[in-house]
T-cell receptor, first 113, second 111 residues
Framework: EAQVTQNPRYLITVTGKKLTVTCSQN?????MSWYRQDPGLGLRQIYY???????DKGDVPEGYKVSRKEKRNFPLILESPSPNQTSLYFC????????????FGPGTRLTVL | DQQVKQNSPSLSVQEGRISILNCDYT??????FLWYKKYPAEGPTFLIS?????DKNEDGRFTVFLNKSAKHLSLHIVPSQPGDSAVYFC??????????FGGGTRLMVKP
């Protein structure tokens, strides 16, 4: 089954404790992206990657890091989480020539205390 | 400042009637527009799209209209069904293939 998976689905952590949210896709997509969803603000792009070892900042990259060492994986790293990073996070993937039609993972709800 | 806005946070319609969801944008450089649908506890799924060179695109019960001069697009669902109840996001493609999303509209279709 073609899918985008994220882990964990739910996470409660404390300020300053480094964490990683994993994202994996099995569709051989070149393009992958991370979004955060906040009430009234819709989905805002954090980082995206057009291919292996190629990453770029989205609209709200501050406080986040990503890496793309393999085509299928695109982890999101919060080196020192803060309460304003409490949000619902979505990973997405798509074909490089058709980044409009993106396939989203189920989401990770992160709470930073 | 949000470049893509959905001014109605929620909409309630009766089953069988038309649902009209609206979206406004400010960036005239957007060249492609999409609608995504999101159920609770799931990621958004692609619904329908339209290029900026068109003014209408239809797919079954779903039609998207684009008015470039007004920088406005709308999604029509006819007839509406209870299974259409979800949050709908409009999105626009800009420079670097980045998608900018609106804040979403929660549609409730009552049986």
């Amino acid at each position: 089954e073609a899918q985008v998976t994220q882990n964990p689905r739910y996470l409660i952590t404390v300020t300053g404790k480094k964490l990683t949210v994993t994202c994996s896709q099995n569709m051989n997509h070149e393009y992958m992206s991370w979004y955060r969803q906040d009430p009234g603000l819709g989905l805002r792009q954090i980082y995206y990657s057009m291919n292996v070892e190629v990453t770029d900042k989205g609209d709200v990259p501050e406080g986040y890091k990503v890496s793309r060492k393999e085509k299928r994986n695109f982890p999101l790293i919060l080196e020192s989480p803060s309460p304003n990073q409490t949000s619902l996070y979505f990973c997405a993937s798509g074909l490089a020539g058709n980044t409009d039609t993106q396939y989203f993972g189920p989401g990770t709800r992160l709470t930073v205390l | 400042d949000q470049q893509v806005k959905q001014n109605s946070p929620s909409l309630s319609v009766q089953e069988g009637r038309i649902s009209i969801l609206n979206c406004d944008y400010t960036n005239s450089m957007f060249d492609y527009f999409l609608w995504y649908k999101k159920y609770p506890a799931e990621g958004p799924t692609f619904l329908i799209s339209i290029s900026s060179i068109k003014d209408k695109n239809e797919d079954g019960r779903f039609t998207v209209f684009l008015n470039k001069s007004a920088k406005h697009l709308s999604l029509h669902i006819v007839p509406s069904q209870p299974g259409d109840s979800a949050v709908y996001f409009c999105a626009a493609r800009g420079a670097g293939n980045m998608l900018t999303f609106g804040g979403g509209t929660r549609l409730m279709v009552k049986p």
